[in-house]
């Protein structure tokens, strides 16, 4: 076997996710095991409030590191228990971290976590930073899991376009025939799970059960729609340094609806943006969601409704073409860390936009 474990903490902030894959010659790339070690509110406010400037960055965010690594080692460490194996049976760990800035205007992304300590606490040599090496190519850094989405999701006749629903929504382009092609197309979660939290005391609305009992209202989705963002051509990539609570306050009136009709529009903006960023391709074909949305009952509907009124062929949840959706992302950094070791390229230039393909990532070697 080819072990490799994966890693992936993303714009939501709930949980790191961990993957065991396989990627022996005999199974392809297979995902093994998995398991989610959820972060606390208290760590959830200490990636929200890094996420902008303030007060002492620099040593909340060393703090932070070692937190992410504490917390990554006990997640690999029980997976590890579970499944009846040591470290000397993994060949690397694969991290992404906790982005908490997104500038590819200014070329760079931070992922905070303390990968030597990581390296150090289990044992394994871990792959990281794999963004990068993109940005030095004049990359986008964003989104890397469509060159992945090629390799187990992509049909030999049908295209398809797999979206994943995080804190931010992005989507592969996979059209027989085509270069792949990757983008991010605006919000996903994080402004619903924004106001669920400030409105809810809750981590989202679950199920999408507030935005299920209101009505979006038109007026005050054109206002948001009305973001250059969503016009521009790919490759484009974005954040919470775009989307975030200065975002919703673009259209004042949205405060005035009533709470149910306030999710009911912000969630539509997800749905409504997903849709139309897939529709600049012209092409119909299968549309497969992954990620934390794909669990929003309410978000699925209104997707699959825009979809079917668009021409698609349907809409479902990846799980529908063997692909588990929670843990998607992390198996996809698994890959980037066995491409690393293998000294494999990675082409990212239909994606990223980044001038050629390049080896993605860096290494702390465990010490021995």
């Known amino acids: ?14 949980a790191i996710d961990v993957a065991l894959a396989d990627f022996s010659r005999e199974h ?8 989610e070690k959820k972060w606390t509110e208290e760590d959830r406010k200490v990636i929200n409030s890094l996420c902008v400037s303030g007060n002492d960055e620099i040593h909340r965010a060393g703090l932070f590191g070692c937190r992410y690594a504490r917390m990554a080692a006990e997640g690999i460490e029980e997976l590890l228990r579970r499944n009846h194996l ?5 060949r690397a760990i694969a991290s992404h971290g906790q982005t908490v800035r997104h500038e590819p205007q200014n070329a760079f992304s931070v992922q905070l976590g303390n990968h030597a300590l990581l390296a150090a606490l289990t044992g394994i040599d871990v792959t990281c930073d794999f963004r990068a090496m993109d940005l030095a190519l004049n990359g986008q850094g964003a989104p890397l899991v469509p060159a992945f989405h090629r390799e187990v999701c992509a049909s030999p006749d049908v295209p398809r376009y797999i979206v994943n629903i995080g804190g ?19 919000p996903g979660n994080t402004m619903i799970d924004l106001m669920a939290r400030t409105y809810l005391n809750a981590s989202s609305d679950f199920d999408g059960a507030c935005a299920a009992a209101g009505n979006v209202d038109l007026g005050i989705l054109e206002e948001l729609l009305n973001e250059p963002y969503f016009e521009k051509e790919p490759p484009k990539s974005t954040g919470r ?3 975030n609570a200065d975002y919703l306050k673009r259209s004042p009136k949205l405060a005035d609806l009533s709470l149910n009709d306030r999710f009911a529009t912000v969630t539509e903006l997800t749905a409504v943006t997903v849709i139309n960023g897939i529709n600049r391709f012209g092409e119909k074909g299968e549309i497969y969601v992954c990620g934390g949305g794909c669990h929003n009952g309410h978000l699925m509907r209104r997707l699959a409704f825009h979809a079917a009124e668009s021409g698609h062929l ?3 949840c990846t799980s529908e073409i063997g692909v588990d959706p929670d843990y998607l992302e992390a198996v996809a950094f698994a890959w980037l860390g066995y491409k690393f070791i293998n000294g494999e390229n990675v082409d990212m230039t239909g994606i990223t936009g980044a001038s050629r393909a390049c080896i993605m990532g860096a290494l702390y070697p465990a010490p021995k």
């Open 168 to 186: 931010i929504s992005n989507v592969s382009v996979l059209i027989p025939g085509h270069p792949v092609v990757g983008f991010d197309t605006g």
């Open 241 to 243: 340094e775009l989307f």
């Open 86 to 90: 040591s470290p000397k049976d993994i």
């Open 28 to 35: 392809g790339i297979r995902q093994v095991a998995s398991l």
């Open 1 to 14: 076997m080819a072990l490799y474990i994966g890693l992936m903490s993303g714009t939501s902030a709930d």
């Open 314 to 316: 349907k809409l479902a």
